[in-house]
C-alpha cells in the first residue's frame, strides 16, 4: 500500500509518499519539504495568512518531486494522508484541502492525521526505530508532553507544558538577546560557547510531584537577568554587551530548559518502569539535549531512540508514516467521504482507542 502524506499546519510545506511492508515497519520511499522561515524573518516569527498563501505555492510542485523522487505515479497512490491539526487553521486547511480534492479526483480514501502523532511515530522512520511500549516525549515550540505510549493508538497523558513549552522558551528567551528568528536554535548555537553556570536561571516544577512542566517563569527570568546585565554594563541595550556575556546567557537558559526535560523524562521512566524513550519534536534536535539523555540514560541502561535530524521539523514524512501505521495495525480506516474539517486544538490523548 502507498500512502502519500501532506503537512502544512504551521510555516513548512511537506509532502512524502511512504510503503506499508507486510508486519514490517513502513519504508519512506520520497519526501520533499519547503521551510518558510526565511519569509517569516522580517516579522520575527510566523504570519499565519502568509504561511497559508506559501502552501498554496508549494505543495503541487512539492508533491510532482516527490512522485518523481518515488518512480511512481498519482494512479499508484491507495491512501491520500493529511495533517487535520494541531496547527494553525488557515494552513491546516490548504493541506486539507489539497488532499481531499486529489484523493477524490483519484477515487482514493482518505486520512486525517493528528501532528503530534506524527511527531511521536517519527523515530520509525529512523535507522533504529523503537519497539513498542516506551516513554515518549514530545518536544516542540507548542508543545511539551510525557506519554506513555504501548502501540499505535495507546496513548497515555502523563505530564504536559501547563503555559509556555520548552520550545516558546527557547524562541522567546533568544528573542530578549535579540537573536534573529527562529531562536532557539541561534540560541543553541550561541550558548554551546558559553557557561551554563554563568547565572542561576530556574528550573520550574523541577522537584514537583507531577510530570507537567512551566517555562513561562523561566522566559521572565530571562529577561529580569538581561535588564540587570544592562545595567550593569552601563549600556542601553542587551546587543551593545560583550559576545562572551551574551554566549553565557544563552548556554545558562538552555541549561535550565535542558535540566528540566532530562530530568521529567527520567522521572516518568521510573514511575511506568519502562526501559525506552522516544524523544520526538523540533527541539529533540537539540545536541545538548541529546547528549544530556544519552548519558543518563546510558548510565540506566535505558535504549533512546530520536529522529533523523532532518526529520525533526515538521514534514510530510511523519504524516505519511503515521497514516500507513494507523492503516496497517487496524486502528483506523481510510475514508471515501471526501468533506473535511481541521482541528487547530487537538489532544493527543483524545485519539486513543475507546475515545
Not at 510503503?19 to 517569516?40: D, G, K, R, W, Y
Not at 504501548?150 to 520548552?166: F, M, W
Not at 471515501?336 to 487547530?344: L, Q
Request: neutral net charge.
Amino acid at each position: 500500500m502507498l500512502v502519500l502524506g501532506f503537512e502544512s499546519s504551521c510555516d513548512e510545506t511537506g509532502v512524502a509518499m511512504v510503503q506499508t511492508n507486510a508486519a514490517a515497519v513502513p519504508t519512506l520511499l520520497a519526501h520533499a519539504l519547503h521551510s518558510q522561515i526565511e519569509m517569516h524573518q522580517a516579522f520575527g516569527g510566523v504570519v499565519p495568512e502568509l504561511a497559508s498563501r506559501d502552501h498554496i505555492r508549494r505543495v503541487i510542485p512539492l508533491t510532482e518531486q516527490v512522485m518523481s523522487g518515488a518512480g511512481r505515479t498519482l494512479a499508484d497512490v491507495d491512501v491520500v494522508a493529511f495533517t487535520r491539526g494541531p496547527g494553525l487553521a488557515g494552513a491546516l486547511l490548504v493541506g486539507a484541502g489539497v488532499a481531499c480534492a486529489l484523493a477524490a479526483a483519484l477515487g482514493k480514501p482518505v486520512l486525517g492525521v493528528h501532528h503530534l502523532e506524527g511527531h511521536l511515530l517519527s523515530p520509525f522512520l529512523s535507522a533504529d526505530p523503537p519497539e513498542f511500549p516506551f516513554v515518549a516525549l514530545l518536544v516542540s515550540g507548542g508543545h511539551t508532553q510525557l506519554m506513555r505510549v504501548q502501540g499505535v493508538g495507546h496513548y497515555e497523558l502523563l505530564g504536559e507544558s501547563i503555559d509556555d513549552a520548552a520550545g516558546e522558551a527557547f524562541d522567546k528567551s533568544a528573542k530578549l538577546m535579540g537573536l534573529p528568528y527562529p531562536g532557539g536554535p541561534a540560541l543553541a548555537r550561541l550558548g554551546d560557547n558559553g557557561n551554563p553556570k554563568a547565572y542561576a536561571l530556574p528550573r520550574p516544577l523541577l522537584r514537583s510531584s507531577n510530570l507537567d512542566f512551566s517555562f513561562a517563569g523561566l522566559k521572565t527570568a530571562v529577561l529580569v537577568q538581561s535588564q540587570k546585565m544592562v545595567a550593569a554594563g552601563g549600556v542601553k541595550r542587551f546587543e551593545d554587551l560583550p559576545i562572551e556575556l551574551h554566549r553565557d546567557l544563552a548556554a545558562s537558559t538552555q541549561a535550565a530548559i535542558v535540566e528540566v526535560l532530562v530530568k521529567k523524562s527520567l522521572t516518568a521512566l521510573k514511575q511506568t518502569g519502562l526501559s525506552r524513550l522516544v524523544v520526538a519534536g523540533g527541539v529533540g534536535a537539540n545536541r545538548n539535549l541529546r547528549e544530556q539523555l544519552n548519558a543518563e540514560c546510558a548510565k540506566r541502561h535505558i535504549r533512546v531512540h530520536y529522529p533523523e535530524l532532518h526529520l525533526c521539523t515538521d514534514n510530510g514524512a511523519m504524516i505519511a508514516m503515521a497514516a500507513a501505521m494507523r492503516l496497517q495495525s487496524g486502528q483506523q480506516t481510510a475514508s471515501e467521504v471526501y468533506a473535511f474539517d481541521v482541528k487547530p486544538r487537538w489532544p493527543l490523548d483524545s485519539i486513543q482507542i475507546g475515545r
